[in-house]
């Protein structure tokens, strides 16, 4: 009988969700006697003319990794889908746009120049920004473009399922492989995950008050923390209440508290709005200074509130003017 193909590309990527395949160890084994992989660009030397010539529908799933930054991404991200009878988003940043959507917060322009003339490790005399074509040793080369903002998979071709997590869990991933491989895969554009919130599987969750009022909120390294007490009745910023559950804990249980990997729990729209909303319901004071004062406390509320949505929240692409 012939076996399922299974194909992985990455984007605009770290290589996390890459080692979160390799994560899987042993049953990585399993897998590869189950499947047939047809393109997997860290492991196997093929190139995208290959790809091309899958015939369309021909790879059973296909998992993609990273944001979406440049044209060659977006491109393959595209043939891919044609090749693909299931595409699934592997990771925060095909999920959401992940850390690397933090971009969007600034402009292209300010972006390359910060990378190719202002850091002080750089040397470029003449100012030379990266450009789609160059001239190298009488060659002519070719960059890719760099878009202005940074999308989510699902910004660029249709998705069908999302693997959350920055990385996923290789129990997350093995789950999905098993149940596209065997089915049992749930409503098409479901998040594989918990559909609830972290704080409603958090081991400190009885140590939650029904009531909590914050003063100020701490820094990680202002105190020791109670490894079995919630984050938030010690004044430490957690966003629990506003990331799906299914990551195993994994920041909890190493005594950090949640930093939103997991994205909006169903029926969430927006991550970073629900993390204002909720962190708001602590503030007890009416009076304006003292309320300013408090917020003030939040360190770097934008980044913290859209660390891994930024591109698919409500914001998308707006700038910070600076
Ligand atoms: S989701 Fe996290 S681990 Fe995966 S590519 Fe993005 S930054 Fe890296
Ligand atoms: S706020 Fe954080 S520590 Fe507290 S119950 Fe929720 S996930 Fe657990």
Not at 282 to 301: A, G, V
Request: charged residues 25%.
């Amino acid at each position: 009988m012939e076996k399922p193909k299974i194909a992985l590309y990455w984007c605009s990527s770290c290589g996390g969700c890459e080692e979160s395949v390799l994560d899987l160890a042993e049953d990585l084994l399993d897998l590869a006697e189950s499947v047939d992989v047809l393109f997997w660009p860290v492991a196997i030397d093929m190139k995208y003319h290959d790809v091309e010539m899958i015939p369309d529908g021909g790879i059973t799933a296909t998992l993609i990794n990273g944001a979406v930054r440049m044209d060659n991404q977006e491109q393959m991200a595209k043939i891919l889908r044609k090749k693909s009878q299931l595409i699934i988003a592997h990771g925060s940043c095909a999920h959401l746009g992940g850390v690397v959507g933090l971009a969007n917060f600034f402009e292209r322009r300010g972006i390359l120049n910060r990378s190719f003339k202002e850091v002080p490790t750089v040397k470029n005399s003449e100012g030379v920004l990266p450009g789609n074509e160059t001239k190298e040793s009488r060659k002519e080369l070719g960059l890719p473009h760099f878009h202005n903002t940074v999308k989510a998979l699902d910004q660029v071709i249709e998705v069908d399922y999302y693997i959350p997590g920055c990385p996923p869990t290789p129990q997350l991933i093995k789950k999905a492989l098993l149940a596209i491989l065997h089915g049992g895969l749930p409503l098409k554009g479901s998040v594989l995950a918990e559909k609830k919130a972290l704080c409603y599987f958090c081991s400190r969750k009885e140590s939650k008050p029904d009531m909590i009022e914050i003063k100020r909120f701490k820094r990680l390294y202002e105190e020791e923390w109670d490894p079995a007490r919630c984050f938030l009745d010690q004044g430490l910023i957690c966003l629990g209440p506003a990331t799906r559950g299914g990551c195993a804990e994994r920041c909890i249980k190493a005594n950090m508290p949640c930093r939103g990997c997991f994205g909006p729990p169903d029926k969430v729209t927006d991550q970073g709005a629900k993390t204002l909303s909720f962190l708001a319901s602590l503030f007890k004071s009416t009076n304006e200074k003292e309320l300013k004062r408090l917020f003030n406390s939040i360190p770097d509320p934008a980044g913290l509130f859209y660390r891994y949505g930024l591109a698919s929240s409500i914001l998308k692409g707006k700038m910070i003017r600076q």
